[in-house]
């Protein structure tokens, strides 16, 4: 197969040489753009008489049926074209003839690249953003659904205070939210076009890029073409925001996890979600949740590699940059899928609500709540804290609870205790007495679950 470079070698490349450095069967996922690009590039040449007008129509109207075929799936992928700019050339030629030779007129594989990989992000971007707006809905309706559950809330995997299920739902769906920011930010510095700055130096043909910018919608041309050709920046953004989303969502696996244990009990994951044992007939497994956790491993290490990959690169391009593919590409399929399993695990999650009541015995979970009684009664925090800590420590060695303690027996520990403390140790009042903007509060919580869903909506 003719490289697009092979007039000056002398002898063909080596077949095992070639196994290394064809990128065929991983960056095809480009063609689509690569047809987008080329296009405009086209009309472009032929705008500026680079190219008679009659061939860049030509190419364009040679590029337009390659990208139906692309998009129904019925292009021929080439295994011996070095990439997909080389595979679509060569099928351009096929197609329309000579002046297919045109199109790469002021331009190199250096600029184009770089180009094709930004109009991916910039549509797998969105693609991601509204799988994640579909996860945070899924999220809220499932909060919503259990609207009320009060569920032990968790400190060092310690029982801590009670809260509301929503609340702890509602964290998920602010976590998901910085992501989804996150990446529309990274969208803001990736919307610069770098078509033209041909292999490094641009080009002395007289090029509009202005016109390109505007054909393929970018809002600002590179103002260096030394710096375009070389920038991987905006896909070390991409792969990292989707790594933060990856540790956010393992989070939410793990605590799901936790919940599907016999020890915890509070939620049955649907079958549909988990599989069996191959030696235990009573297993029920999470393994979707488990592999989610375990594929932001591959995540982290997706960061690890883009930043490494261009650290000790001379400027400009260097072959070494075609490597940015595979991490990038397998950050945008795990999002997408992890995201879309998940919303799918809380569209069939059931909450066991009788377990969950049935953790909530304890009344330690109360403290804070009746130290926060005896500060409104003019009691240190310091003071409070201790008086509390003596009452645990008391009833708990002596198999009591606080609530059996007689009016006398409390006021043994401080006077300003009436027997209404006693109201407070109950999960519903713990949840009411709460107030401050972001709390348990079911008022509050209500509203911002209100704000969601609208938000959501839109
Ligand atoms: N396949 C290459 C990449 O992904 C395209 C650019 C090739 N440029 C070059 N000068 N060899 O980076």
Request: some cysteine.
């Amino acid at each position: 197969m003719k490289k697009l470079w092979g007039a000056r070698f002398k002898r063909n490349s080596d077949k095992l040489a070639d196994q290394l450095t064809f990128s065929i069967s991983t960056d095809y996922r480009l063609a689509k753009y690569d047809c987008l690009g080329s296009m405009a590039h086209a009309r472009m040449l032929g705008k500026q008489r680079i190219i008679p007008k009659m061939d860049a129509q030509t190419i364009v109207a040679g590029l337009s049926k390659i990208l139906l075929q692309i998009q129904s799936g019925k292009f021929k992928v080439d295994p011996e074209a070095e990439d997909v700019h080389t595979n679509i050339q060569n099928a351009l030629k096929n197609l329309i003839g000579p002046p297919a030779d045109k199109l790469h007129t002021a331009r190199s594989r250096n600029d184009q690249v770089v180009l094709d990989v930004k109009l991916y992000c910039r549509y797998e971007v969105g693609a991601i953003i509204l799988a994640a707006a579909g996860l945070q809905q899924s999220i809220v309706q499932f909060a919503k659904k259990n609207t009320g559950t009060i569920i032990p809330g968790y400190t060092h995997l310690q029982q801590a205070q009670v809260v509301l299920l929503g609340h702890h739902m509602l964290a998920y769906v602010e976590m998901l939210e910085r992501d989804k920011q996150r990446l529309s930010d990274c969208l803001k510095r990736l919307d610069v076009l770098p078509l033209g700055s041909c292999a490094l130096a641009g080009t002395s043909l007289k090029t509009d890029r202005k016109y390109l910018a505007k054909l393929l919608r970018f809002s600002a041309v590179s103002p260096n073409s030394m710096d375009a050709v070389s920038d991987r920046d905006f896909i070390a953004e991409v792969i990292f925001d989707c790594a933060m989303m990856a540790v956010h969502i393992s989070r939410i696996c793990e605590d799901l996890i936790l919940w599907a244990s016999r020890e915890f009990h509070f939620v049955d994951i649907d079958w549909a979600m988990c599989t069996g044992s191959s030696i235990m007939p009573q297993k029920k497994n999470p393994d979707v949740l488990e592999l989610l956790r375990g594929s932001t491993a591959k995540m982290i290490a997706h960061v690890t590699e883009i930043l490494t990959l261009p650290k000790g690169l001379p400027l400009t391009y260097n072959r070494d940059l075609q490597l940015d593919k595979p991490p990038l590409f397998d950050a945008v399929d795990t999002s997408k899928m992890g995201l879309q399993l998940l919303a799918k695990v809380f569209a069939g999650l059931k909450v066991h609500k009788q377990q969950v009541a049935a953790s909530l015995t304890d009344e330690s979970f109360y403290c804070v709540d009746a130290m926060e009684y005896l500060i409104r009664k003019g009691v240190s925090y310091r003071e409070a804290h201790d008086i509390l800590g003596a009452m645990v420590k008391d009833c708990l060695d002596q198999g009591k609870k606080i609530t059996a303690l007689t009016t006398n027996e409390l006021k043994a520990y401080a006077p300003q205790f009436a027997e209404d403390v006693k109201n407070l140790f109950n999960p519903q009042m713990s949840v009411k007495i709460k107030n401050s903007f972001g709390s348990t509060n079911p008022g509050l919580v209500a509203r911002q679950m209100d704000i969601w869903s609208k938000k959501l909506h839109a």
